[in-house]
């Protein structure tokens, strides 16, 4: 069987009609749902494109894996899906983006060129790359905020867009009078991208899909990784009118969330993009344009599925759609992503496995904790291997897929290292004391914030919106405590023997009798005989002192 891995990136959970969004429809997001399990509770393991992603692929929290912040390296070494599939006998490969940074110093420390195979392995998060483009040619005074190739650039260019960057000049941005209406500035947010619809960055991305697809010999996982709806918030015609501000839900937000704020939220509602969004014009204008983005994800995504089912591929391919993190949209007084509110750190995940033991689960909902680093464990056992447990972190969501009773996780965790932030400047904290965790056991979240802080707590049984702070005062201390119980019994996991499995652990018990070492023996009799017979044979000289 083949994975189809699809990622959206900044896509909230609640942006699709199957999760009832009351005016975007998502037929084609509907359809998979239809046929597979859509899950109501899965958790990134850090609300930021780079961490998130690097839990993703590694199946690992980001204290383990260290790369907890965009730009961050993945250290040389951590063993990624791709490391996993490829000993299980399948393919791993990447079309789109990753935001992986690689770990040049560990690299050139090992002598490893990222010419050679296992190099290129290395500096792409454990894929072979069909395509790779991190979507993102920002430009400035001191150049490009990407500093590698841009095949998508070069595509358009191709197509006859003329401009040295038409990442910037065409596919995000406008005319206004015949100047460019850059999309990085919100007034521009309901003009059309001055592009060519075709031409612009999720239909070119669904076609390199399809090229691959029809060349790929099975099995394969293929990550397509679509840097949409993320910002630029600007999309092209017809997609940019499609949507008004009549569209536009309310802000979910509410007056006591400003009332003796935590100090890290009340930093981060006094953010330049928190203080956008909380303009309702900025809302009125992004937020069609957001979804217009999402339509236009949608209908890519039946071009895939029509594909698919036209070369024959449908009954033997597994398609899992999901996230790297949401996107506040102006909800609880922020814009973008970074805390722990369910509009950031929660994520649409919808899985279809076209096995005849997922039968009986199609078009159900699955409403237990998962995580994000529950995929990897998954397509692992897709693929027939073994799942590594001492290395992976996550959880086979299999069960949950054929219907098979299975324990369920009794809290998510999240974590979010801000240390690159103005906010952590702001606060007045050291870089290594701006780290935030979140536990969420199903109805209590917990936000916990190193740096000497007071917890934040949720309950989302009787709060659902997340608005009433709890631990403002000491009356759910009891929660709080248990809460913390949790963050502790997580902390003292086993994450870092990874090169040692239990089951190798538990072979390895009496090795070393059997070759010989024998300490602490009284006369031999305590051990079988055979284990003493090279130590008890006819020695043919003597050497000891003479009396």
């Known amino acids: 069987m083949n994975i189809l891995f699809i990622m959206y990136d900044q896509l909230r959970f609640d942006y699709l009609s199957c999760a009832g969004h009351p005016h975007l429809k998502t037929p084609n997001f509907d359809r998979v749902a239809a046929k597979g399990v859509r899950f109501t509770n899965c958790y990134v393991q850090s609300p930021i494109c780079g961490a998130s992603r690097m839990s993703t692929y590694t199946g690992r929290y980001t204290s383990s894996h260290g790369a907890q912040w965009n730009g961050f390296p993945l250290r040389v070494g951590e063993q990624t899906m791709g490391d996993h599939l490829r000993r299980a006998g399948m393919d791993c490969w990447l079309i789109g983006k990753t935001h992986m940074k690689v770990d040049a110093e560990g690299m050139a420390r090992l002598g490893l060129s990222p010419d050679s195979m296992i190099g290129a392995r290395q500096a792409e998060c454990g894929f072979d790359v069909w395509v790779r483009d991190d979507g993102l040619w920002a430009e400035g005074p001191d150049g490009f905020y990407d500093e590698k190739r841009s095949p998508y650039n070069e595509f358009l260019n191709s197509q006859g867009y003329a401009a040295e960057n038409p990442w910037a000049d065409h596919a995000n ?284 707590l949720f309950d989302l049984d009787t709060d659902p919106d997340e608005f009433d702070d709890l631990a403002k005062d000491d009356t759910h201390q009891s929660e709080i405590d248990r809460l913390y119980g949790y963050l502790a019994e997580w902390g003292r996991r086993m994450s870092q023997r990874v090169t040692k499995s239990d089951a190798e652990i538990v072979a390895s018990r009496g090795a070393s009798l059997r070759k010989g070492v024998l300490p602490f023996l009284n006369d031999g009799n305590e051990v079988p005989e055979d284990l003493t017979e090279r130590y008890r044979s006819t020695v043919s000289q003597d050497h000891t002192p003479e009396d």
């Open 173 to 456: 941005a406008g005319l206004d009078n015949g100047t460019a209406a850059s999309g990085w500035m919100f007034e521009n947010a309901d003009k059309p991208a001055n592009i060519r619809e075709e031409d612009s960055e999720t239909p070119w991305l669904t076609s390199e899909t399809i090229r691959f697809m029809d060349q790929a010999k099975g099995p394969w996982c293929a990550h397509v990784s679509y840097i949409k709806p993320h910002w630029p918030y600007i999309v092209p015609a017809p997609y940019h009118d499609m949507f008004g501000p009549e569209h536009v839900p309310a802000a979910s937000r509410h007056a006591v969330e400003r009332e003796d704020p935590h100090p890290v939220y009340g930093a981060y509602m006094g953010n330049k993009v928190a203080a956008a969004f909380q303009n309702d014009d900025v809302r009125d204008k992004v937020i069609p344009a957001y979804m217009g983005l999402i339509k236009q994800c949608d209908d890519q995504l039946g071009r895939l599925l029509d594909h698919l089912e036209s070369i024959g591929q449908d009954k033997e391919t597994m398609i899992v759609l999901t996230s790297d993190h949401g996107d506040y949209l102006g909800d609880h007084w922020l814009g973008e992503k970074d805390l722990f509110h369910d509009p950031s750190v929660k994520v649409p995940l919808i899985v279809f496995d076209p096995r005849a033991q997922a039968d009986n689960t199609r078009g159900t909902t699955c409403d237990a904790l998962v995580e994000a680093i529950d995929l990897a464990p998954t397509f692992v056992e897709t693929a027939d291997g073994t799942v590594a447990d001492h290395i992976l972190e996550g959880r086979s969501l299999v069960p949950y897929l054929t219907g098979v009773d299975t324990t369920d996780r009794r809290y998510a965790i999240s974590e979010y290292d801000y240390s690159s932030t103005p906010q952590c400047a702001k606060l007045g904290l050291e870089p290594r004391d701006a780290r935030l965790f979140m536990v969420f056991d199903g109805r209590y979240k917990l936000m916990h914030a190193e740096g000497g802080f007071r917890p934040m």
